[in-house]
């Protein structure tokens, strides 16, 4: 079983509809990241918490460290929505990421 | 600030010869990170350094890898010899203080060993 566990593994939708992907941890952790990466393949970093609740324009993110889940929410979704999105744990310094969730939002 | 930044973005090279990929962090973070991306085993962290010092390298997959940081500025991951099984895109990240502002990546270099 991974460390980093998320759900679900590949998405679509429609623009303009509301997107939760959901990310389960097993390690305990001092952070967790959120990136986004593009078919071009670059990581861009989304959301870095370790309580509460961010929120970056149509992008929300969650972590509930007693329930060790965490939340990317995205309100309104737009095709230039589509890309993997990866949690990533951060027990120490380093990432154990997540396997990707692939989201693709269609016209 | 440029970001991170890897060289080469694409590497092509013939099995059994030596590849170099470089990174520049951001200036001011104090660590560096070496990750490696491929379809079957998705990211996966192979050595990072702190302060110029290697941390953690037990995800260097074996004696054909080594990385260096020889100062805060600039780091090598070498391939010697390179094999087919090598090709993956290859990321480098760095971080002030990792848990509290996050990770930046460069561009990644696509390696493609024949």
């Known amino acids: 079983k991974n460390e980093v566990e998320q759900s679900p593994q590949n998405l679509t939708a429609q623009e303009g509809e509301f997107i939760t992907i959901n990310c389960s941890y097993s390690v305990g952790i001092s952070a967790l990241h959120w990136l986004q990466q593009h078919p071009g393949g670059g990581i861009v970093s989304l959301f870095m918490?370790?309580?509460g609740k961010k929120k970056h324009g149509r992008l929300i993110a969650t972590i509930n460290i007693q329930e060790k889940h965490s939340s990317l929410h995205i309100t309104a979704s737009h095709p230039r929505d589509s890309a993997v999105y990866i949690c990533a744990a951060i027990p120490t310094d380093k990432l154990i990421f997540g396997t990707g969730t692939r989201l693709q939002v269609f016209p | 600030d440029a970001g991170v930044i890897q060289s080469p973005r694409h590497e092509v090279t013939e099995m059994g010869q030596e590849v170099t990929l470089r990174c520049k962090p951001i200036?001011?973070?104090?660590?560096l990170f070496w990750y490696r991306q491929t379809m079957m085993r998705g990211l996966e962290l192979l050595i990072y350094?702190?302060?110029?010092?290697?941390?953690?390298d037990s995800g260097m997959p074996e004696d054909r890898f080594s990385a260096k940081m020889p100062n805060a500025s600039f780091s090598t991951l070498k391939i010697q010899p390179s094999e087919p099984r090598d090709s993956a895109v290859y990321f480098c990240a760095s971080s002030p203080v990792t848990e509290t502002y996050g990770y930046t990546f460069g561009s990644g270099t696509r390696l493609t060993v024949v």
């Open positions: 350094f702190n302060n110029n010092v290697p941390i953690d």
């Open positions: 200036s001011g973070h104090d660590y």
């Open positions: 918490l370790s309580s």
